[in-house]
Antibody, heavy 121, light 107 residues
């Protein structure tokens, strides 16, 4: 059974940092692109970043470029999101999701339960 | 960035009704369109991928259609467990973008 379990969320002051983790199991982690997707309270879904199977390619939404870094450790089947210079608008539930890619087509076929990040003084 | 616009933003329906949700892309995305269902406090769940392919384990009352810029998600006979928010998502271009969501409520 595929499982994705996020951790590391919490309350942080504006300008602060936080590192999210996602522990994967039930599939060959090193064979999949992975993504972070967030959802602000009461709002819709926003893709944040993704990373290639071997970590050699990374992509970000413009609003987090230069502040967030996605990474992975295939030996530990873990995905990470280092978030620096946090802003109030980064407050959201952050989901880890597996990318299923067929050619160009990408879908998020498994999701974690999410971890809440609150940026507030 | 490709903008995804869903309509309506919410709807009220009864059990057994046929429901249709529309998603429009700001430019052609071929068939690179997915649909998700999200219930309160839960993670999204993939329903339809590549515009019309049913994800494994999803009931056949869900169906998707469309290509280019206009897409629809249909539920043939609404069941109590279908009351949720539905999102479309394009994968033609990075950044991957979602529609604003359609909340399906009980009439």
């Amino acid at each position: 059974e595929v499982q994705l379990v996020e951790s590391g969320g919490g309350l942080v002051q504006p300008g602060g940092s936080l590192r999210l983790s996602c522990a994967a199991s039930g599939f060959t982690f090193s064979s999949y692109w992975m993504s972070w997707v967030r959802q602000a309270p009461g709002k819709g879904l926003e893709w944040v970043a993704d990373i290639k199977e071997d970590g050699s390619e990374k992509y970000y939404v413009d609003s987090v470029k230069g502040r967030f870094t996605i990474s992975r450790d295939n030996a530990k089947s873990s995905l990470y999101l280092q978030m620096n210079s946090l802003r109030a608008e980064d407050t959201a539930v952050y989901y880890c999701a597996r990318d299923h890619i067929d050619g160009v087509e990408t879908r998020f076929d498994y999701w974690g339960q999410g971890t809440l990040v609150t940026v507030s003084s | 960035d490709i903008q995804m616009t869903q309509s309506p933003s919410s709807l009220s329906a009864s059990v057994g009704d046929r429901v249709t949700i529309t998603c429009r892309a700001s430019q052609s995305i071929s068939s690179y369109l997915n649909w998700y269902q999200q219930k309160p406090g839960k993670a999204p769940k993939l329903l339809i991928y590549a515009a019309s392919s049913l994800q494994s384990g999803v009931p056949s009352r869900f169906s998707g259609s469309g290509s280019g810029t206009d897409f629809t998600l249909s539920i043939s006979s609404l069941q109590p467990e279908d009351f949720a928010t539905y999102y479309c998502q394009q994968s033609d271009n990075t950044p991957l973008t979602f529609g604003g969501g359609t909340k399906v409520e009980i009439k």
